[in-house]
């Protein structure tokens, strides 16, 4: 079975930083677009960010933009999610996610478009 795990997530302040990171196994990393999305209690869940297979192609949620940066190591099989800046409304739930879909862009980078998903890591920003 396909497996996604999270890590990285935790407590921070205000202005502070993390970094996530999504490891893969038992599927073909190299042929999916691995993307990270967000769920806040209350709302729905939400693209974030995603890469393509290839690396080539990132799409951000407005929200993050200038703030995160996604990145993936293939030899490894890890996405990376550097957040910086961090703001209290960042506070979720954020899960890895395999996408298969040929290039990162906003109508690709959505919930329904994943085929797999990771199980979760908290991430609460709080001063």
């Known amino acids: 079975q396909s497996q996604l795990v999270e890590s990285g997530g935790g407590l921070v302040q205000p202005g502070g930083s993390l970094r996530l990171s999504c490891a893969a196994s038992?599927?073909?990393?190299?042929?999916?677009?691995i993307g990270w999305f967000r769920q806040a209690p209350g709302k729905e869940r939400e693209g974030v960010s995603c890469?393509?297979?290839?690396?080539?192609?990132?799409h951000y949620a407005d929200s993050v933009k200038g703030r995160f940066t996604i990145s993936r190591d293939g030899a490894n099989n890890i996405v990376y999610l550097q957040m910086n800046s961090l703001k209290v409304e960042d506070t979720a739930v954020y899960y890895c996610?395999?996408?298969?879909?040929?290039?990162?862009?906003?109508?690709?980078?959505?919930?329904?478009?994943?085929?797999?998903w990771g199980q979760g890591t908290q991430v609460t920003v709080s001063s």
């Open positions: 996610a395999a996408l298969p879909i040929p290039w990162a862009n906003q109508a690709m980078c959505v919930p329904a478009r994943v085929s797999y």
């Open positions: 038992r599927f073909t990393f190299d042929t999916y677009a």
């Open positions: 890469i393509s297979y290839s690396g080539a192609t990132t």
